[in-house]
């Protein structure tokens, strides 16, 4: 079982690669380990439970950075 950086991607979501790649591939290496029996699609829908979860550090896809606040009118 081996999942490409394209595959889980497009499994997240998220077009852009980045050091939060990484961190992804070594958390689906030790599911693997955990799961030797287990395929290519159950690992992809760990995966998505995780990031709907929110166990996974995915980059911001919002329209704005996370570190701004909406203006407030006085």
């Known amino acids: 079982l081996e999942l ?34 287990a395929d290519a699609d159950e690992c992809l829908a760990w995966l998505k439970d995780e990031q709907a979860a929110g166990n996974i550090p995915l980059p911001s896809t919002g329209a704005e950075p996370p570190s701004k606040k909406p203006r407030m009118k006085k």
């Open 4 to 37: 490409q950086g394209r595959a889980i991607m497009k499994a997240v979501g998220i077009q852009q690669g980045g050091p939060w790649l990484s961190e992804v591939q070594h958390r689906i290496m030790q599911w693997q380990l955990d799961h030797p029996k």
